[in-house]
């Protein structure tokens, strides 16, 4: 039996109403326990899709799934429900209730393994605030421990989310563009942080990032999509500026391409004649 908690073999996602069709195609990859993984690419490449298909949020259409083992979608709800706190998906913008306090929000990661009883409770009365004060100070954000959420910053929210992740007993942390309101040092805290606690945990990390050379400094693993397929799967050190660049190609409209400015003149132009 393979060792691996996670296997996809051949797989495509579609978007329900999606209008371009696949979302991911034919992706093969396989993630061990302690493994930490870079997941790059283009805007739309299919890295968001890919973190929450990993974290069964997404039915795939095609091809072979196993987390833990398992094909998620074989079992019923309450099978995958269970399955779910397993994991745990950050997403870029965490759906923290605006009116909370951010020492209830980040509790709330403890809600798998609450009654209802003791979850009611925590909405009035924060069961462990030390625990969330200490997760809260992991990044550097334990004085806003009474705010509420809808007083944070947009980098303050998403660190707020990671906090979660640290009160959660998950063992696949699927985390997606953890970075996209950081600045440098705060970036070189949160990636710090999330993964010495996967180290710790022996959990795996796959980590959604747009900074490439972060990507490459912190992960041993990079796994880069372009339109919805594995562009590579390498260690970082094989990873070349060439690749890079093919994997970015076409991004960035052409030099000489008109700006959208131009455009507009153009077409003010076009309407008059
Ligand atoms: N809810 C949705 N419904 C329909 N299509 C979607 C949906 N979400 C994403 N898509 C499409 O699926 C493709 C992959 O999107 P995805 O968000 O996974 O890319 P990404 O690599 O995470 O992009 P970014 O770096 O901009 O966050 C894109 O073509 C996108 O337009």
């Not at 790059?40 to 072979?64: E, F, N, W």
């Not at 500026?241 to 959208?260: F, H, R, T, W």
Request: charged share 20%.
């Amino acid at each position: 039996m393979s060792s691996a908690w996670y296997e996809l073999q051949g797989l495509s996602v579609r978007h329900i109403g999606g209008s371009r069709g696949l979302a991911l195609q034919d992706i093969s990859l396989a993630f061990e326990p302690g493994e930490q993984v870079a997941l790059i690419g283009p805007s739309g490449a299919g890295k968001t899709t890919l973190l929450s298909t990993l974290a069964c949020a997404h039915k795939p259409d095609s091809g072979v799934f196993k987390a833990f083992g398992t094909d998620p979608w074989q079992l019923t709800d309450a099978g995958r429900h269970a399955m779910r706190a397993r994991l745990f998906l950050a997403p870029q913008t965490p759906p923290l209730p605006p009116r909370q306090r951010v020492v209830t929000a980040v509790l709330a990661a403890r809600l798998p393994k609450w009654s209802l009883g003791q979850a009611l409770l925590s909405l009035f009365k924060p069961a462990d605030p030390e625990a969330a004060y200490r997760a809260l100070s992991r990044f550097n954000l334990g004085d806003k421990l009474y705010s509420r959420v809808d007083r944070l910053s947009g980098g303050e929210r998403q660190r707020c989310g990671l906090a979660r992740l640290l009160l959660s007993s998950a063992q696949a942390f699927l985390v997606d563009e953890p970075l996209s309101a950081l600045d440098p040092a705060l970036s070189q805290l949160t990636l710090n942080t999330l993964q010495q606690e996967a180290r710790e945990r022996n959990a795996l990390l796959v980590c959604s990032l747009h900074q490439v050379d972060l990507a490459l400094a912190h992960f041993p693993r990079i796994v880069a999509l372009k339109n919805g397929r594995v562009a590579f799967d390498l260690p970082r050190e094989q990873v070349t500026q060439a690749m890079v660049d093919e994997l970015y190609l076409g991004e960035l409209p052409p030099a000489n391409s008109p700006q959208p400015d131009e455009m507009a003149a153009k077409l003010a132009v076009g309407a008059c004649l």
